[in-house]
């Protein structure tokens, strides 16, 4: 009898225990749904309008690019921008630079501008400033044609074309923009680029002298873009209207 | 003496692909009771193979620099040496014949293109030559040596 009650003693502080556990735990949070959406709000295709035209100002290259970014948390975009670029660079002479390639970045933007407000509203983002970073890869060949072999001392002169079959080059971009929100999902934006050429599996970096995507190789290291693009919203919510 | 490309610009590079040929000596040295090879200076004339034109003419020279053919894989020279000869000086002709392949590189935009070169194999006359030894067989604008001529103790 005395072990039952003993037994019976314990299961009672046991449970009185656990009832002063639960009344620790289960407190009331001060909750705000606005704090709960998803992650992924949406992604958006942009295609830029000024790069084609400013490279036909420096010279024959034919060209575009698009790019395509995540919205995750209205805050972080991680962003694919992919092109191509056809080059022919007159080097003087009848000597010139042939290059065509495809060219990829990756990399993500970072919003400037706080998703909630500090009562935990959702803020609208419909004009952004952002910073990024990318890294940026072209696979290339290029030719150098019309290279006149002059052989001074045996008097022979001779026409050959340098063909280099593949070549790697990657650089880093720093970016800075803005995305501004149209209508019914269709976006402008505007970026500067700051971008250094990294490396190259040319013997040397003069040998790429122009690199699609990049550019010349000792050209200007700013450059900037102008997009329109369209943005899919799949995160199920409305558009925030505007407060004003 | 350079082959290669021109360029519009301003090149800053060494573009100068030769082929460089030191003269050396064999002697017996009774101090050690050996023979040692030494570099020797010569006085020498060159010119190539069906080239009116001199590559050196009557100079005292120890090694030569000689431009192999860019749009041939036979690059030959006509090497004439000084010799003493019961008394007189004479000339002593030699031909050496150069075997090799020929590459184009690509230097820069500014400088173009150079050939160079991968010897296969040398030929040559034994009248004042008596043999050759292939030191290195890439001829680049980096090229310091690429092959030693003994000449023949007159």
Known sequence: MK????IFTLCLLCITLNAQRDSV???EKKHNPNYELPVVHGFSVNADVLSPVMNLVHGRVYGGECHIDLNLFNRVFPTVEVG????????????TYKTHAPYVRVGLNYGLLKPFTKSGEHRSLDCYPYVGLRYAMAFMNYDIQNLVIEDKYWGTKDVKNFTNPSVYSGWMEVVAGVRMNLARGFTLGWAFRFRALLHTT??????VHYVPGYGKSDGSAFTFNYTIGYTFSIDGRKPVEKKY | ??????????CLQNMDVAY???FMKVAYDQGSESY?????????SVHGLGRDSMLYDSVQVNGMALPLQSNDTISAFVICQQAA???????VSDTLWVIHDNELEFVSVECGCAVQNKVRDVIHTVNMIDSVARVADMVDRKSIENLKIYVRNR
């Open chain 2, 1 to 10: 003496m350079a082959t290669g490309c021109t360029s519009p610009n301003e």
């Open chain 1, 25 to 27: 735990i289960v407190r």
């Open chain 2, 36 to 44: 040692v090879a030494s570099q020797v200076s010569v006085v020498t």
């Open chain 2, 85 to 91: 000869s019961y008394g007189d000086t004479v000339m």
């Open chain 2, 20 to 22: 460089k040929v030191k």
């Open chain 1, 3 to 6: 072990r039952v009650m003993t």
């Open chain 1, 202 to 207: 040319a013997e040397d970096k003069v040998f």
């Open chain 1, 84 to 95: 191509y670029a056809d080059a022919v660079q007159n080097l003087g002479m009848d000597v």
